[in-house]
T-cell receptor, first 116, second 114 residues
Framework: GAVVSQHPSRVICKSGTSVKIECRSLDFQATTMFWYRQFPKQSLMLMATSNEGSKATYEQGVEKDKFLINHASLTLSTLTVTSAHPEDSSFYIC????????????FGSGTRLTVV | QQQVKQSPQSLIVQKGGISIINCAYENTAFDYFPWYQQFPGKGPALLIAIRPDVSEKKEGRFTISFNKSAKQFSLHIMDSQPGDSATYFCAAGALSGGYNKLIFGAGTRLAVHP
């Protein structure tokens, strides 16, 4: 089946620094990738949708200059949290869709970001 | 229009019992209704999904019931086991058409007691 690899699984960074999270589709070409954020005991909140080769579409309330998304190839999307602050600490999860419309969504295993 | 309402927030079931989680949606453009299971510190894993052309789908101990006219769908877990203790999320999206995203319900924390 479809597999999405997300790296790193955990990262701790200092306040004010930037962190990059990678999301790779291992055995399929992902025309669309999604980034979610999940706070403890809460649901997954969609942050942005990215299509390969084009700019990401951000959900309302998500700062596009803070959460930089790059989807440069059909198998890789990256999320960079710029100038991270403690309130950015969260669980970030990516998801990918294959170009075949009938296929569903495959999720990565998530990245636990802690900003100290 | 984009909300997916899920209930209950938490559920306690005895081993061997039936766990039932309900969801309701508003957007009639949705044509894909998956259920995900999530353990602490892990990403969500697809359990079972249904399209609106059928009213029920069963896979092992997991069954989705779908009511298109009421815009509701539910997950039934038969013979619940302690290993089923996790958080369950319903979601809704569109596999066809322009609505290319998946919206999640608030989640249900299931505890199965031995």
């Amino acid at each position: 089946g479809a597999v999405v690899s997300q790296h790193p699984s955990r990262v701790i960074c200092k306040s004010g620094t930037s962190v990059k999270i990678e999301c790779r589709s291992l055995d399929f070409q992902a025309t669309t990738m999604f980034w979610y954020r999940q706070f403890p005991k809460q649901s997954l909140m969609l942050m942005a949708t990215s299509n390969e080769g084009s700019k990401a579409t951000y959900e309302q309330g998500v700062e596009k200059d803070k959460f930089l998304i790059n989807h440069a190839s059909l198998t890789l999307s990256t999320l960079t949290v710029t100038s991270a602050h403690p309130e950015d600490s969260s669980f970030y999860i990516c998801s990918a869709r294959e170009w075949i419309a009938s296929y569903g969504y495959t999720f990565g295993s998530g990245t636990r970001l802690t900003v100290v | 229009q984009q909300q997916v309402k899920q209930s209950p927030q938490s559920l306690i079931v005895q081993k061997g019992g039936i766990s039932i989680i309900n969801c309701a949606y508003e957007n009639t453009a949705f044509d894909y209704f998956p259920w995900y299971q999530q353990f602490p510190g892990k990403g969500p894993a697809l359990l079972i999904a249904i399209r609106p052309d059928v009213s029920e789908k069963k896979e092992g101990r997991f069954t989705i019931s779908f009511n298109k006219s009421a815009k509701q769908f539910s997950l039934h877990i038969m013979d619940s086991q302690p290993g089923d203790s996790a958080t369950y999320f319903c979601a809704a999206g569109a596999l066809s058409g322009g609505y290319n995203k998946l919206i999640f319900g608030a989640g249900t924390r299931l505890a199965v007691h031995p």
